[in-house]
T-cell receptor, first 111, second 113 residues
Framework: DAKTTQPPSMDCAEGRAANLPCNHS???????VYWYRQIHSQGPQYIIH???NNETNEMASLIITEDRKSSTLILPHATLRDTAVYYC????????????FGKGTLLTVNP | KAGVTQTPRYLIKTRGQQVTLSCSPI?????VSWYQQTPGQGLQFLFE???????NKGNFPGRFSGRQFSNSRSEMNVSTLELGDSALYLC????????????FGPGTRLLVL
């Protein structure tokens, strides 16, 4: 699986949009971009995933650049409960059923 | 639909003992994966099961083993516990095989004294 690079930490004001970047410059054509988050000591929570098109669900939006070398997870109106470590993972699915977690980004939402 | 459940949630054992952790996947999910999370190593893949068969294994010693039952429920076992086995053990299930979005349980926190 391609390696991902994320900033170690970010801050965001409550009510504002949180934009979390991820670089995955070695991504290959059949690899998806997945985002998970982990609130302290809980199991990781699936947020969203995409291949090449932008995706949106009730939790977040995922913007993938045209060359697919980077992506941004957008939480449109961050709340204090969104404080968590956010992991960007590239996974081919297919025969690769293991997720490789990096260190992620600690997002702190401030009141 | 109920999520992934793991039992027990917390466990304290002593060195040399063995432990069995249980995971019930989301209804209809047939793939179950196990991960270990420690402050030093982060989240690491242990193994994955589908239709009662282990399909892939991470880089862990043979003391770590698992199995899956016909109803897709899974157990993992750690024998001869070491202090370094203290960790959060996470189970994840997915619908498709192979691959597919994985949904995690709350984890079992194991403390080895």
């Amino acid at each position: 699986d391609a390696k991902t690079t994320q900033p170690p930490s970010m801050d965001c004001a409550e009510g504002r949009a949180a934009n979390l970047p991820c670089n995955h410059s070695t991504i290959s054509g059949n690899e998806y971009v997945y985002w998970y988050r982990q609130i302290h000591s809980q199991g990781p929570q699936y947020i969203i995933h995409g291949l090449k098109n932008n995706e949106t669900n009730e939790m977040a939006s995922l913007i993938i650049t045209e060359d697919r070398k980077s992506s941004t997870l957008i939480l449109p109106h961050a709340t204090l409960r969104d404080t968590a470590v956010y992991y960007c993972i590239v996974n081919s699915g297919g025969s690769n059923y293991k997720l490789t977690f990096g260190k992620g980004t600690l997002l702190t939402v401030n009141p | 639909k109920a999520g992934v459940t793991q039992t027990p949630r917390y466990l304290i054992k002593t060195r040399g003992q063995q432990v069995t952790l249980s995971c019930s996947p989301i209804s209809g999910h047939r793939s179950v994966s196990w991960y270990q999370q420690t402050p030093g190593q982060g989240l690491q893949f242990l193994f994955e099961y589908f239709s009662e068969t282990q399909r892939n294994k991470g880089n862990f010693p043979g003391r770590f083993s698992g199995r899956q039952f016909s109803n897709s429920r899974s157990e993992m076992n750690v024998s001869t516990l070491e202090l370094g086995d203290s960790a959060l053990y996470l189970c994840a299930s997915s619908l498709e095989s192979p691959g597919g979005t994985q949904y995690f349980g709350p984890g079992t926190r194991l403390l080895v004294l």
